[in-house]
């Protein structure tokens, strides 16, 4: 079973820019988390896509926000990016129930860097 | 405020030795808690997990262990083997107030683990 893929890997953008990432849970997944990792913060949880909707929202602002597809993949937009939005960017997707502990699997990251 | 908190930012440790990390947190309301193992250039990977009914758990050299009075866990590993450097992210989660919500998880700020050959 192929794992979650990221896409890009890295990204360099300059500020004021917007940036969209992209992420493909496993087969089957319909959930899809978002997290920023930097240094020393770990990782701060962004929003969690399932089914197609938006079923909890961490406190980062309104310039960050996502979306998910009939398919599960789901993407991330950062709009007017500031230096530091830096970070790595992961998503994990999982099962999504309500109920029980849903393990979640992680992609490798989108490394973004705002110049 | 962070409710997971990873107080150490590196720990070394020779091969053969144990490693302790250690992990505190906050909120009352978690009762499962989490240990994730992350390479350079890859995602966390899970590592393992208690629920707040037990006070230890283990599997193979890992062993984490919960004190629920204290608020705190810690992930052992026996022996530590050069292949366990990695960052070690502690991770809690708790019921979801709201019912059409799944658990999230809440992640400390990680500890990088040096074996030492």
């Known amino acids: 079973k192929a794992g979650v893929t990221q896409t890009p890997r890295y990204l360099i953008k300059t500020r004021g820019q917007q940036v969209t990432l992209s992420c493909s849970p496993i087969s089957g997944h319909r959930s899809v988390s978002w997290y920023q990792q930097t240094p020393g913060q770990g990782l701060q949880f962004l929003f969690e896509?399932?089914?197609?909707?938006?079923?909890n929202k961490g406190n980062f602002p309104g310039r960050f926000s996502g979306r998910q597809f009939s398919n599960s993949r789901s993407e991330m937009n950062v709009s007017t990016l500031e230096l530091g939005d830096s970070a790595l960017y992961l998503c994990?997707?999982?099962?999504?129930?309500?109920?029980?502990?849903?393990?979640?699997?992680f992609g490798p990251g989108t490394r973004l860097t705002v110049l | 405020d962070q409710q997971v908190k990873q107080n150490s930012p590196s720990l070394s440790v020779q091969e053969g030795r144990i490693s302790i990390l250690n992990c505190d947190y906050t909120?009352?309301?978690?009762?499962?808690f989490l240990w994730y193992k992350k390479y350079p250039a890859e995602g966390p990977t899970f590592l393992i997990s208690i629920s707040s009914i037990k006070d230890k758990n283990e599997d193979g050299r890992f062993t984490v262990f919960l004190n629920k009075s204290a608020k705190h866990l810690s992930l052992h590993i026996v022996p530590s083997q050069p292949g366990d450097s990695a960052v070690y992210f502690c991770a809690a989660s708790a019921i979801p107030i709201s019912s059409g919500s799944a658990r999230q998880l809440t992640f400390g700020s990680g500890t990088q683990l040096t074996v030492l050959p």
């Open positions: 909120n009352s309301m978690f009762d499962y």
């Open positions: 994990a997707s999982s099962l999504g129930r309500l109920s029980g502990n849903n393990e979640q699997f």
């Open positions: 896509y399932f089914s197609e909707t938006q079923r």
